[in-house]
């Protein structure tokens, strides 16, 4: 039972452009989410998280929306760039003192020059 | 700060045998969480240790082990390696603030079974 799930395994956007990057759980007790960023060979990279008590958080050219109570979030990148191409995972923590996360498969993000 | 460093980077094994991976976690951090990466599963979750106790379990077999040293470190054991134990084992360092976590991972070892 996968309960975090990116259903889109790869987006493709012009450079300049918008990327969406979308994210969707099941368990209603996760209450943080992150985004991390990943190149072959190299562990994950943080991007970006949020809590559930906020709706929106915002780093530069990254933000991630969270939506509760349709348990979705999103990261986007504005502007994208061809540096940003790698693999995208969303996850997620639950509650109290935990540092499990739970990972999407990951969304493989491509911007063209 | 110093990152999280995994050692060995690259390990090549044959089935049968057992191996241990090593973890120096971010100064200060007492939180190390392992993970395994392969192509069709993502990334997984294998255990996580705070202060020299295992906090939390994921769903591997009992031949996935691991422990943490007074000072943070941590290892990872895996014995009687099979074919399906070739993957990536990222570690994550974390701090918990709050509400809010900071989990940084490693360069991962890249583990090959033949």
């Known amino acids: 039972d996968q309960q975090v799930k990116q259903n889109s395994p790869s987006l493709s956007v012009q450079e300049g452009r918008i990327s969406i990057l979308n994210c969707d759980y099941t368990?209603?007790?996760?209450?943080?989410f992150l985004w991390y960023k990943k190149y072959p060979a190299e562990g994950p990279t943080f991007l970006i998280s949020?809590?559930?008590?906020?709706d929106k958080n915002e780093d530069g050219r990254f933000t991630v929306f969270l939506n509760k109570s349709a348990k979705h979030l999103s990261l986007h990148i504005v502007p994208s760039q061809p540096g940003d191409s790698a693999v995208y995972f969303c996850?997620?923590?639950?509650?109290?003192?935990?540092?499990?996360?739970?990972f999407g498969k990951g969304i493989t993000l491509s911007v063209r020059p | 700060k110093a990152g999280v460093t995994q050692t060995p980077r690259y390990l090549i094994k044959t089935r049968g045998q057992q191996v241990t991976l090593s973890c120096s976690p971010i100064?200060?951090?007492?939180?190390v969480s392992w993970y395994q990466q392969t192509p069709g599963q993502g990334l997984q979750f294998l255990f996580e240790?705070?202060?020299?106790?295992?906090?939390n379990k994921g769903n591997f077999p009992g031949r996935f082990s691991g422990r943490q040293f007074s000072n943070s470190r941590s290892e990872m054991n895996v014995s009687t390696l099979e074919l399906g134990d070739s993957a990536l084992y990222l570690c994550?360092?974390?701090?918990?603030?709050?509400?809010?976590?900071?989990?940084?991972f490693g360069p991962g070892t890249r583990l090959t079974v033949t």
């Open positions: 994550a360092s974390s701090s918990l603030r709050g509400r809010e976590i900071e989990q940084y």
């Open positions: 368990n209603s007790m996760f209450d943080y």
């Open positions: 949020i809590s559930s008590i906020k």
């Open positions: 996850a997620a923590v639950g509650g109290g003192a935990n540092s499990k996360l739970t």
């Open positions: 100064s200060g951090h007492r939180s």
């Open positions: 240790y705070f202060s020299e106790t295992q906090r």
